[in-house]
């Protein structure tokens, strides 16, 4: 491969690397706000337990002292693509991958990253335990967006299948049960 081609390899997973981050924060607030808005998909079981795994992941590579392998990889394509492989990688690719890395790469504590990524796991946790997966949580039904309810009425997953819906009357009181009693007889 050239050099150019390393160059741009580097660049991409750059791009996967702030798509991850991406879906991690992006993750935590659609599922807050989603649940309160009602939105169905953002308790799908799927969704959520890759948000999660993926910030433990990246919890216990702090923990443990060890570098993200996209990180890794993606220095080891800009070193190969004519960059300075190390801690100081400069993408020859240009002006995108330099911004991005800004945004990703910060010269801080190791403490610091344990600390932020553990609490925000705990935040992914804590939005686990408030609003918890789902199962069939997918979008309603053309049947569920059409139906119409009367007020009062029990939503159809309160209701037993077959049972027809109840009447938006309120419940009839002494006066009306006399009144049907006049009517049977």
Do not use: K
């Not at 924060?25 to 959520?48: D, E, T």
């Amino acid at each position: 491969m050239t050099a150019g081609t390393f160059a741009i390899l580097a660049t991409a997973v750059l791009a996967l690397h702030l798509a991850v981050v991406a879906f991690v924060v992006v993750g935590l607030v659609l599922i807050v706000v989603g649940n309160r808005l009602g939105w169905a998909w953002a308790n799908r079981p799927a969704w959520r337990w890759a948000h999660l795994a993926t910030m433990v992941f990246v919890a216990a590579e702090a923990w443990l002292g060890i570098v993200c392998p996209l990180t890794t990889l993606e220095q080891w394509l800009a070193g190969r693509g004519g960059g300075t492989a190390g801690a100081e990688v400069v993408h020859p690719a240009g002006f995108v991958a330099t911004w991005i890395e800004r945004l990703l790469y910060y010269d801080l504590p190791a403490w610091v990253f344990v600390a932020g990524y553990t609490l925000f796991a705990l935040a992914i946790a804590a939005a686990w335990i408030r609003y918890p997966p789902v199962r069939g949580s997918g979008p309603p039904t053309a049947a569920a967006r059409t139906a119409v309810r009367l007020p009062g009425a029990a939503p159809p997953s309160a209701r037993p299948p077959g049972a027809a819906p109840t009447s938006a009357r309120p419940p009839p009181d002494r006066a009306d049960a006399a009144r049907l009693d006049r009517v049977v007889d």
